[in-house]
């Protein structure tokens, strides 16, 4: 079975440009998260989407902004791009919403976003 | 609010020894759970093994285990006869319930010694 895939791998843009990532989960899965990965730190949680409903967002601006597809796909969007969002950004699924604590999530290998 | 800290941004280790990498956590939540991830080069994040905060024993998974001490808030990784492919970072990371987003560490580069 195929795993959570991203595209594109790599990406580059300007500073005021605009970029949309893709995820695709793995069969099954109706949860998609997204997370931002700056070099040098662990993942920071973005958004939570199940069954095409936001069910969570981080402290991000409203620059960023995801949707999810009736097929669980899902996109997440930036905005005006700024040098600071230069990151590795990972899509992660899992079967539900993650109501328990042991809801484990599966990642992308990511999109590398780089803002010249 | 949930906190991980990690504070060993590096380790080294000599091949088929084992290694502990640490990790702390802070919440208030007396529910929770705690994880492991392995991020190679490639950027994959991949599960490694859960502890839930009410588990009695420490997890196990292959030649990973998870050394748990709630009172010290700890969650210890121990892998044993490290292998040149464990050479990557590592995250600690946890959830409390009713749909927390998984809370992440800044993570250990372990690189393993031939």
Redesign the interface.
Known sequence: DA?VTQSPTHLIKTRGQHVTLRCSPISGHKSV?WYQQVL??????IF?YYEKEE??R?NFPDRFSARQFPNYSSELNVNALLLGDSA?Y?C?SSMS??????????????T?LSVL | AQK?TQTQPGMFVQEKEAVTLDCTYDTSDP???L?W?KQPS??????LI?Q??YDQQNATEGRYSLNFQKARKSANLVISASQLGDSAMY?C?M?????????????TRLSVIA
């Open positions: 795993g998260s040098g730190q662990g993942p920071q949680f939570q069910r969570g981080g590795l990972l992660a919403t993650g109501e328990g604590t042991n809801e484990k999530l599966f990642f992308g290998s990511g590398q | 991980i529910s929770y759970g994880f991830y490639s950027g994959e994040m991949i599960f859960y839930g905060s995250f990371a959830r409390s319930t009713g749909n927390t987003p998984l809370v992440f560490g800044k993570g």
